[in-house]
């Protein structure tokens, strides 16, 4: 049995390489391993960083967008989604495993895809019990995710129904610290904790003060809302 190999000049090559007395045996083949040519991306787990960690992570905080912004709080891929409601946190790998797990537990047998749209890629170092102040900062633990408030961190696409999908969901956001929102696909946006809805936009929103009633003239509401000497 030979080995599937890419190229065919590679197949002439290797009894110059091994000899002709090895590359006459029947079993040479067997033993060989000829690495192919292959286009495939290999397959990342979203679970930890792509290229592991080159120094020890800062504890740090999600990242607030102090201008204002709306990215990542709707859906992309899928039509119903997971989104994190009360207020940011540090989500462990093992936490989104469990999340992840539930629904694919939930959907098993049907057709579906389920996309993630955070990576665990916070290194969380940790010190023993009862250890004094000091002496650096501890020893890798375990790996974590920082997640804003209203991030989307689940995905669904597929023949499913949306009760379905929302227990499906329940079932994972129980599993997880938090409280979290089920959404659909054409949700609108939401900028901190303020969704956009009832005329409410990104530019009123920005506006350092509230725009002033048609009805009533800026000068009168400069007098009724001064204070009094």
């Known amino acids: 049995m030979k080995p599937s190999i890419a190229h065919p000049g590679l197949l002439a090559r290797i009894p110059r390489l091994y000899g002709p007395r090895l590359t006459s045996s029947p079993s040479f083949y067997h033993h060989v391993s000829v690495r192919t040519f292959t286009t495939t991306r290999p397959a990342l787990s979203w679970l930890l960083p ?7 992570t ?21 039509t119903y989604g997971l989104r994190l409601l009360d207020h ?3 989500i462990s790998a093992a936490q989104l495993k469990n999340g992840e797990d539930t629904i694919r537990k939930r959907l098993r047998g049907m057709k579906y895809r389920l996309y993630m749209r955070i990576c665990a890629n916070i290194g969380v170092y940790t010190s023993g019990n009862e250890v004094r102040m000091g002496k650096g900062k501890g020893r890798f633990d375990y790996w974590a995710s920082r997640v804003a408030v209203s991030k989307v961190i689940f995905e669904l696409k597929g023949e499913l129904h949306e009760k379905v999908a929302r227990e499906a969901f329940r079932l994972a956001g129980n599993k997880m610290p938090g409280q979290y929102e089920f959404v659909k696909k054409g949700d609108p946006p939401v900028m901190g904790i303020t969704k956009m809805t009832d005329g409410v936009t990104l ?4 506006r350092p003060r509230r725009p002033l009633p048609l009805d009533q003239p800026a000068e009168s509401m400069s007098v009724t809302t001064a204070a009094p000497s």
């Open 58 to 78: 800062r504890k740090g905080r999600p990242r607030v967008p102090t201008g204002g912004s709306t990215r990542g709080t709707t859906l992309i891929h899928g």
């Open 203 to 206: 530019e009123t929103l920005r």
């Open 50 to 56: 792509r290229a592991g960690d080159k120094k020890k």
């Open 88 to 90: 940011h946190r540090r």
